[in-house]
């Protein structure tokens, strides 16, 4: 019997045993399981975020293939199949049927006509509460206005405000329906080289998108009015007339500039076309919005850029700057002291005078040219008292307290370049 007890005591000692070591393996073998899938779901969660900021090309690079372009199919990306015949779309080409599916339902036809003249241009919907912004060349025959959109819809509108000086306007429609407006991304972060598409209706033909590049940036342009737009965007991208006032976008979509002028010898596209910062066409539409016009403050002088060849001519003292041609006899500036030239020169097809002060700060800000000059006084209005530093005689003059008069389309083209 002792026997037989030991004999089973042992028996079930050994079968315990192999079970505490297959549960032991078991065990092991879950941790490493779960081990792996842990490592699995954090190099999928890896390969997601890789994927969502640089789509597929960025996924392949990180594996170390080079990749010029991926094409996609009705079915999605194809990779390493065989033939071409189901690859429809290069990333490029799929990124801009993209934007267009994504905003043309966001471009609108603008017909403005009067008794004496009508025009045709585009605009951009800015809000769902049917704000629409343009170009203010393209409502300035305002009479009567109608909005058409991708979908055949046509509805009058109403001119809310428009600003000669900036060629933006804004007008106004009522719809039973919610508008969608177009999404917006500061042209701070624009870049030359930067692709950049265009929305519009060119010679009437509606909805046609271009494509191109940034060129250019910061570039100052004088309108066929006489008006000198600063800050602007140069583009590459085929504009043609009916083209103003529609968006210009990046690759996402962002409308990063409002379309607004082509350099043209012909009349058509010569591949130099400009467009308004999206930020100046928000701070400005929202104003319009607020106030149905907007208010700025400007000298009242007529003046002249300094550039090389008036500086070599006139043997300035200084390189940079704005010289005071002449002040209004009585005005603003005339009572504080400013004083303009006397000494009559042929300036291209403009008569200018020599002599005067130049300015080169205003409140102490330098001021090189007439970007910094529209730049001060784009955050200033009419009313203003502002000190005025001058170069006079080849000393620095500062004259005080010089009150600002309201700027108008007028006394924007005493502003000689």
Same mark, same amino acid.
């Given at each position: 019997m002792k026997v037989r007890f030991s004999l089973s005591k042992t028996l079930v000692i050994a079968?315990?045993?192999?079970?505490?070591?297959?549960?032991?393996?078991l065990l092991a073998l879950w941790t490493i399981r779960i081990s792996e899938d842990r490592k699995s779901d954090e190099l999928r969660r890896q390969l997601d975020a890789v994927t969502s900021e640089g789509g597929e090309r960025a996924l392949l690079e990180l594996g170390g293939y080079s990749v010029d372009n991926i094409f996609y199919s009705d079915d999605g990306l194809i990779l390493f199949e065989e033939g071409m015949k189901s690859w429809n779309y290069s990333a490029d080409e799929l990124q801009n049927i993209t934007v267009y599916e994504k905003c043309a339902g966001?471009? =609108?036809?603008?017909?403005?006509?009067?008794?004496?003249?009508?025009?045709?241009?585009?605009?951009?919907?800015?809000?769902?509460?049917?704000?629409?912004?343009?170009?203010?060349?393209?409502?300035?025959?305002?009479g009567q206005l109608t909005v058409k959109f991708i979908d055949g819809r046509q509805l009058s509108a109403t001119l809310v405000g428009s600003d000669p000086i900036t060629d933006i306007a804004v007008i106004k429609v009522s719809s039973p329906e919610q508008l969608i407006?177009?999404?917006f991304k500061s042209a701070d972060e624009l870049v030359v080289g930067q692709k950049v598409i265009a929305i519009g209706s060119p010679y009437g033909y509606s909805w046609s998108q271009s494509v191109g590049t940034v060129s250019a940036l910061d570039r100052t342009v004088t309108s066929s009015r006489g008006i000198s737009l600063s800050g602007l965007v140069q583009t590459d991208a085929q504009i043609n007339p009916g083209n103003s006032g529609g968006p210009l976008l990046d690759s996402k979509?962002?409308?990063?500039?409002?379309?607004?002028?082509?350099?043209?010898?012909?009349?058509?596209?010569?591949?130099?076309?400009?467009?308004?910062?999206?930020d100046t066409v928000i701070d400005i539409a929202s104003e319009l919005i607020r106030n149905g016009?907007?208010?700025?403050?400007?000298?009242?002088?007529?003046?002249?850029?300094?550039?090389?060849?008036?500086?070599?001519?006139?043997?300035?003292?200084?390189s940079q700057g704005i010289i005071i041609s002449q002040v209004v006899p009585s005005g603003e500036a005339d009572r504080a002291g400013l004083r303009g030239g006397d000494q009559l020169t042929q300036y291209g097809s403009s008569v200018i005078y020599l002599g005067g002060d130049i300015i080169t700060a205003l409140d102490g800000v330098p001021i090189t040219g007439y970007n910094d000059y529209y730049a001060f006084m784009a955050s200033h209005n009419a009313g203003d008292k502002i000190?005025?530093?001058?170069?006079?005689?080849?000393?620095?003059?500062?004259?005080?307290?010089?009150?600002? =008069?309201?700027?108008?389309?007028?006394?924007?083209?005493?502003?000689?370049?």
């Open positions: 079968i315990a045993s192999v079970a505490a070591v297959a549960i032991f393996v966001s471009v =609108v036809e603008i017909y403005s006509s009067s008794e004496l003249d009508s025009s045709t241009g585009c605009g951009v919907v800015l809000s769902s509460d049917g704000y629409i912004v343009t170009n203010t060349h393209v409502v300035s025959n305002s407006p177009l999404s979509g962002n409308m990063v500039a409002l379309i607004t002028a082509i350099y043209s010898t012909s009349g058509s596209a010569q591949g130099i076309s400009f467009a308004i910062p999206v016009k907007v208010s700025r403050g400007t000298l009242d002088i007529l003046s002249v850029e300094l550039n090389p060849m008036i500086v070599d001519y006139a043997s300035l003292p200084v000190d005025v530093t001058v170069v006079r005689d080849g000393k620095t003059v500062t004259v005080r307290n010089v009150v600002l =008069v309201e700027q108008t389309v007028e006394n924007m083209r005493w502003l000689i370049r």
